[in-house]
């Protein structure tokens, strides 16, 4: 197992070898920030989020999960594959094979081996087989089968590349603007017992939103599941030296990067604000906003829904007092969020924040040995626990992992298989270990 300090010099050639796999990936040691370019590098050949991935089926088990859905970059569209044996049908003869084909996350044109089909169970010959989802005629997702059949998983991307924005949660810097328009929100924990928002851009825009603050390198190992690039102001020494390690284009407004704007109405630091739309323009400049990810979510008309009724969620952030309700609103089909007691409110629009899922990873969360504001590790990276997802006013249970700091989370029920929700944002909750977690 890794400690936080063990990574003192080669970083980014360490996440390289990291990538292949490893145990349990912990806080960088805490390097001496430089200035950041106004102009970022160009991504890496070898990044992360840079590097097109093309996911290849591997003959497994039947009692193989299927892995969590990968959406393609820009650069090349890729798949989720799954070779587990279908049992929705049976071959017609020996010579043929089942193959089920699913598309995810948005309408798409699916054909198999160049001819158009629908979704579903296709009996075909035994043998190599590629299938691809089409988008206004443009391939924006394709798989090869095993020859033996079983499924692949086909994921439409999201419209736009990833953009996550570190917006605070601190008495002054409530309300917060542009939470209602994000895809999914993150909230974890940061020093003194305040959590912190990262809120992920994929398919609309906002403005303004904020207020932005600091980054800390578990906020990094967030917005990197969706290849997403980061605005913020600061960071932890870690938080730099996990967002340079990982490629992830930026706009700080410490090291003078546009994006970032003043307002008087509050009491600075809690007055940055910034606009999504401009910042992306500011990112591509630089040549960034280049990946487009869904991450984990897999979403569905016909998500499953859990045998339990959650219609009323209390979670606390242990040990702290600071205490999250959501309540099931059957007419809007969402969650209403509250925040210490109080609606929680958009500021701009005064709409009350109301996610479709409600997603809780439980997680180890320790002091950094020696930091003298105390900040924290959230071991994310290398790690995994409990999970429980909550959606149409029921709760369904299971279990998360987390390979690698840019690697997607890999979301599973109890059964094993991956996590469907019903579409519309998404706020993940990541709890301390034995945080109170009350559902009626």
Same mark, same amino acid.
């Given at each position: 197992?890794?400690?936080?300090?063990?990574?003192?010099?080669?970083?980014?050639?360490?996440?390289?070898?990291?990538?292949?796999?490893?145990?349990?990936?912990?806080?960088?040691?805490?390097?001496?920030?430089?200035?950041?370019?106004?102009?970022?590098?160009?991504?890496?050949?070898?990044?992360?989020?840079?590097?097109?991935?093309?996911?290849?089926?591997?003959? @497994? %088990? +039947?009692?193989?999960?299927? $892995? &969590? #859905?990968? !959406?393609?970059? *820009?650069? /090349?569209? @890729? %798949? +989720?594959?799954?070779?587990? $044996? &279908? #049992?929705? !049908?049976?071959? *017609?003869? /020996?010579?043929?094979? +089942?193959?089920?084909?699913?598309?995810?996350?948005? !309408?798409?044109?699916?054909?198999?081996?160049?001819?158009?089909?629908?979704?579903?169970?296709?009996?075909?010959?035994?043998?190599?087989?590629?299938?691809?989802?089409?988008?206004?005629?443009?391939?924006?997702?394709?798989?090869?089968?095993?020859?033996?059949?079983?499924?692949?998983?086909?994921?439409?991307?999201?419209?736009?590349?990833?953009?996550?924005?570190?917006?605070?949660?601190?008495?002054?810097?409530?309300?917060?603007?542009?939470?209602?328009?994000?895809?999914?929100?993150?909230?974890?924990?940061?020093?003194?017992?305040?959590?912190?928002?990262?809120?992920?851009?994929?398919?609309?825009?906002?403005?303004?939103?904020?207020?932005?603050?600091?980054?800390?390198?578990?906020?990094?190992?967030?917005?990197?599941?969706?290849?997403?690039?980061?605005?913020?102001?600061?960071?932890?020494?870690?938080?730099?030296?996990?967002?340079?390690?990982?490629?992830?284009?930026?706009?700080?407004?410490?090291?003078?990067?546009?994006?970032?704007?003043?307002?008087?109405?509050?009491?600075?630091?809690?007055?940055?604000?910034?606009?999504?739309?401009?910042?992306?323009?500011?990112?591509?400049?630089?040549?960034?906003?280049?990946?487009?990810?869904?991450?984990?979510?897999?979403?569905?008309?016909?998500?499953?829904?859990?045998?339990?009724?959650?219609?009323?969620?209390?979670?606390?952030?242990?040990?702290?007092?600071?205490?999250?309700?959501?309540?099931?609103?059957?007419?809007?089909?969402?969650?209403?969020?509250?925040?210490?007691?109080?609606?929680?409110?958009?500021?701009?629009?005064?709409?009350?924040?109301?996610?479709?899922?409600?997603?809780?990873?439980?997680?180890?969360?320790?002091?950094?040995?020696?930091?003298?504001?105390?900040?924290?590790?959230?071991?994310?990276?290398?790690?995994?626990?409990?999970?429980?997802?909550?959606?149409?006013?029921?709760?369904?249970?299971?279990?998360?992992?987390?390979?690698?700091?840019?690697?997607?989370?890999?979301?599973?029920?109890?059964?094993?298989?991956?996590?469907?929700?019903?579409?519309?944002?998404?706020?993940?909750?990541?709890?301390?270990?034995?945080?109170?977690?009350?559902?009626?």
């Amino acid at each position: 197992m890794l400690t936080r300090r063990t990574l003192v010099a080669g970083l980014a050639s360490g996440l390289a070898a990291c990538a292949a796999g490893c145990a349990r990936l912990a806080a960088p040691p805490a390097p001496t920030p430089t200035a950041v370019p106004t102009a970022p590098p160009q991504p890496s050949p070898t990044s992360p989020a840079a590097t097109p991935t093309r996911v290849a089926p591997t003959a @497994t %088990a +039947a009692a193989t999960p299927v $892995p &969590t #859905a990968l !959406a393609p970059t *820009a650069a /090349a569209p @890729t %798949a +989720a594959v799954s070779a587990q $044996p &279908t #049992a929705t !049908a049976a071959p *017609a003869e /020996a010579s043929q094979v +089942a193959l089920e084909i699913r598309v995810w996350n948005g !309408a798409a044109e699916l054909q198999l081996d160049g001819r158009t089909i629908t979704p579903g169970v296709q009996l075909v010959d035994r043998g190599p087989h590629q299938a691809a989802a089409l988008v206004d005629g443009q391939v924006v997702a394709m798989a090869d089968a095993l020859p033996e059949g079983g499924t692949l998983d086909l994921v439409v991307p999201p419209p736009l590349a990833g953009l996550a924005v570190m917006i605070e949660n601190q008495a002054d810097a409530r309300p917060q603007t542009g939470l209602t328009q994000a895809d999914v929100v993150y909230e974890a924990l940061a020093e003194g017992g305040i959590t912190r928002f990262i809120a992920i851009y994929l398919s609309g825009d906002a403005s303004p939103v904020g207020p932005v603050r600091s980054l800390r390198h578990y906020f990094a190992f967030m917005a990197a599941e969706y290849g997403a690039d980061v605005v913020h102001i600061g960071a932890s020494p870690e938080g730099y030296a996990w967002r340079d390690a990982l490629h992830m284009g930026h706009l700080d407004e410490t090291y003078g990067e546009p994006g970032v704007w003043r307002v008087g109405t509050r009491p600075p630091p809690h007055n940055a604000y910034t606009d999504t739309a401009a910042d992306r323009g500011f990112l591509a400049q630089f040549g960034w906003q280049q990946n487009h990810s869904w991450g984990p979510l897999l979403f569905s008309d016909n998500a499953p829904a859990g045998q339990l009724a959650a219609e009323n969620i209390s979670l606390n952030f242990h040990p702290w007092a600071y205490q999250v309700d959501y309540a099931w609103d059957a007419t809007q089909g969402r969650y209403l969020r509250t925040m210490e007691g109080a609606p929680h409110l958009d500021a701009a629009s005064g709409e009350q924040i109301a996610p479709a899922s409600v997603v809780v990873q439980f997680a180890e969360v320790d002091p950094i040995p020696n930091d003298p504001k105390y900040r924290l590790d959230v071991n994310l990276a290398g790690g995994g626990g409990e999970l429980v997802v909550f959606s149409g006013g029921t709760r369904r249970d299971g279990s998360w992992s987390k390979a690698d700091p840019s690697s997607p989370a890999v979301w599973l029920d109890s059964g094993g298989q991956p996590v469907v929700l019903p579409p519309g944002p998404v706020w993940v909750e990541v709890l301390p270990l034995d945080s109170p977690l009350q559902v009626s």
